[in-house]
């Protein structure tokens, strides 16, 4: 029994959670239904830029990577229960979530736009005080608990907004008409635009940046439980290497056709 304790102790000593010292593994939280970003088949197997994230820094940490698929609202959460060791979901760094967890460096980064019909009043608009002007009273799509909904509660207050659990559900109804516009990064309305149902669409002209407003975060993070310091540490400092060496910037051409990562700050 004391020889246990000590093993754990040394687990512990290098930065380890308790499952990770059991299994030697670290469980990632991940939304799986936000492609590019995160996608998860039947068999639960997780692909995209996420994965890939996730697959190099275990690999940095020399421990297993486990993908728990869970909905994006209940990302923290679920975090915060111990359901798994981090998230990397795409997910913004901002205020309001630093007050539930923390959160890594910084190691990526994507504008910002809104969708529209072809051919309507909205594809038209080519600045951004027009464009938040035209969004008064009209339906827009956009997924819950994002940053992106943050941003259109403070900067659209009379929009309509309509809130979604996954990204399909928000592209369902607005091929469908049921919204008039949808709000996310430039990646997720690319893969719409991509499919069939997206053929009379096309991305308004008004790229908006993450570090333009603070309810769109500070770049995309991994995010750690505020009492698992040690591991932030260790993130960290992967992560920094993973930026420099250029393997986070491949896997992001590779899925997004560019370079979105961020260099440590």
Known sequence: MKLKSLLL??????GLTAAQA????LSIGTEGAYP??????????V???????????????ELKCRFVVQAFDGLIPALKAKRFDV????????EDRRKEIDFSIGYAELANMFVAPKGSDLAGIEDFDSLIKALDGR??????GTTHAHYLEKNAPNADLKTYDTLDQMQIDLASGRVETAFSDVSALDDFLAKPEGKDFQLVDVKIASSSDPTLGEGIGVGIAKENTDLKTRVDKALCELVADGSIGKASETWFKTDISRPCQ
């Open 9 to 14: 102790t040394t687990f512990f000593a290098a």
């Open 22 to 25: 059991a299994e030697g593994e």
């Open 36 to 45: 590019p970003w995160s996608m998860a088949d039947a068999a639960g197997n």
């Open 47 to 61: 692909t995209g830029f996420d994965a890939d994230v996730g697959n190099l820094l275990c690999a940095k940490l």
């Open 87 to 94: 998230i990397i979901s795409g997910m913004s760094i901002t």
């Open 139 to 144: 339906k827009i799509g956009v997924q819950a």
